[in-house]
C-alpha cells in the first residue's frame, strides 16, 4: 500500500510502497518546471497514438486489417487512375520497401492491381480493384462512425476551438518547413 511520507518545499512527495520510497513529481512542480510548449507537443503525441492504437485495434478487429492498409487504400481511394509506388510512398511517409509489402499484402486478398506505367517501364502504378473500392468504403464509414464517437465526447465548443488552435499551428508548421 503507498501512504505520503512527506512533501517538500519544491512540490515532490515521497511516497512509501513496500518498504521501497520514491520520489514524484507534484502536477504543480512538473508545471512549474516543464516548458508549456514541450507538454503541449508531449500531449499532441499521446492523444495522436492513443487514437491511432484504437483506430488501429478496431480494424484489426472488424475488418482484419491494418491501419497502415487502411492508409494505403485511403490514398488509392483518392486517385482513381493510380498512384506509382514512388508517389504512395512519398504520399505514406513511408519506406519503398514498406509500401511494397503493403502493396503485396493488398494484392494478395485482391484490394489492389499493378500495372506497369505506360510512361515508364521501370515504375509499376498500383490501383484499386472493384472489391478493394467496396472493402475500402465499409472500412471508411466505420472508420468515420469510430472518429466522431472518440470525438463526439467533446463539447461542440471544444471540437471548434480545437479546430481552430490545430489549424493555426498547422499555419505555423507550414511556415518553419518553409525554411
Known sequence: MTEPVSRSSNGRMRHRANGMVRIVESG???????????????????????????????????????????????????????LSMSELSRRLLVSNGAVTGLVDKLGEAGLVSRHEDPNDRRSMIVKLTRKGREVFQRMARRHEEWVVSILGELSVEAQSELLQNLTLLQRNLDLHGKG
Not at 512549474?32 to 478487429?61: A, P
Open 28 to 82: 504543480t512542480a512538473a508545471t512549474q518546471k516543464g516548458h508549456l510548449e514541450l507538454r503541449v507537443w508531449l500531449r499532441l503525441l499521446g492523444c495522436s497514438g492513443k487514437m491511432e492504437n484504437i483506430l488501429g485495434q478496431r480494424l484489426r478487429k472488424e475488418f482484419g486489417t491494418s491501419l497502415a492498409r487502411f492508409d494505403v487504400l485511403a490514398q488509392l481511394e483518392r486517385f482513381p487512375d493510380g
